[in-house]
């Protein structure tokens, strides 16, 4: 059993940066992927973005080029960069781990809310 701990979340302004923080209780090391989901009320779970354990970087359109995803098998941490926020990006955010043969562990979120 995996258990994240998602921290960093809170209130920002519109154009104004925030750092999320993910610590995992075991190795992520071998985890398959790790990813940063998001759910805006009424709205579904949506992935923002997520790196492999090879590396390999996907995003939503909606933040390229905006946040940034970065993983820490050392630390046991994944890390999401946010700038140039939106009002639009306002949601709970989730930490999601990906062991595979359906090991797939949630964090319980962090809110993130980004007001005009």
């Known amino acids: 059993q995996v258990q994240l701990v998602e921290s960093g979340g809170g209130l920002v302004q519109a154009g104004g940066s925030l750092r999320l923080s993910c610590a995992a209780s075991?190795?992520?090391?071998?985890?398959?992927?790790m990813g940063w989901y998001r759910q805006a009320p009424g709205k579904q779970r949506e992935l923002v973005a997520g790196?492999?354990?090879?590396?390999?970087?996907n995003y939503v359109d909606s933040v390229k080029g905006r946040f940034t995803i970065s993983r820490d098998n050392a630390k046991n941490t994944v890390s999401l960069q946010m700038n140039s926020l939106k009002p639009e990006d306002t949601a709970v955010y989730y930490c999601n781990a990906d062991f595979g043969y359906y090991r797939v562990y949630w964090g319980q979120g962090t809110q993130v809310t980004v007001s005009s």
């Open positions: 075991g190795r992520i090391i071998s985890a398959n992927f």
């Open positions: 790196i492999s354990r090879g590396g390999s970087i």
